[in-house]
């Protein structure tokens, strides 16, 4: 209760600091809308401001805007005329595709390449294992996005470069449009996963109930994967509130970059024409997931380990 409790704390400042700070940067919606226009007429310009409420102070807009999420209204874009929510609800489902995709992919791409690089650290595998996971952390999301347009679409046209169909329109040509992006978030999200991971198995696998259970005569491979791995992946669940943040940061860049039709591409959009309306509330629905995430890795800690476990009449 005392995390939900601070988890809405978070929304709640969350909120207001989004909304003061798309006020203090620079630009002005109305100028945006009227196409950067010179000598626009003052009255036309005031009756602009006024249409879109921002002739009103700061407070009574940010308590306006409250008022509507409580209700369940976001507001309307200052450009498109369509509801917030109708906007975010069409853009959605492809981002929580490419995200959850990009997800599984990490999860796949780490967990082995980390049993490897901590089994075996001497081995070439290893070795290569440990300079793939350093350039991939070196290099920025877009930038192994644009080398995979270059090589796999361009060069050798095994898949397109850009594009959005629905999974239930057509299955096979929606998994092949979002394989490279799934791809390269899949790899920014497996790079520092190994290293968090191959470092909890390397202390996992000097621990004492390791070496009981070698000394049993148990296989090597039941021990790495039936006793290490599951104690080494509790405190990679830290590493899984900070993923989906990262995963709802880097997903703007790679969204742009193969024109995938997701809250990505609306928010580059909504920051070109200070559509504040759009902006604040897709910010906030980042904020509210990576809470939400946050909050059920603390459950899964309880879950998986016992001793963590608050019983009752404990503090």
Known sequence: MRRL????LLLALASLLTFALLRVVPGDPTIT?????RNIDPAALAELRHELGLDRSVVAQYLSWVGGLLQGDLGQSYFSQYAVTTLIGQRVVPTLELAGLAFVVGLVL???AALVSAT???SIAARLVNAATAAL?????FLVGIAFVVVLSVQAGLLPARGYVPFVEDPLENL???AMPALTLGLAVAAPLVVLLRASLGETLRAPFIRTATG???QRRRVVLGHALPNALIPSLTYLGVTVGYLLGGVVVVEYVFGWPGL????????LKRDYAVLQSVVLLAVAIFVFVTFVTDLLYGVLDPRLRVGEGQP
């Open 120 to 122: 075996r650290p001497r």
């Open 216 to 218: 049993k005569g148990l």
């Open 5 to 8: 409790g601070a988890g809405v």
């Open 137 to 141: 952390m070196a290099a920025p999301p």
């Open 33 to 37: 809308k009227l196409g950067g226009a």
């Open 264 to 271: 990505g591409s609306l928010v580059v959009d909504a920051v």
């Open 176 to 178: 092949r449009l979002v």
């Open 110 to 112: 780490a967990v082995p």
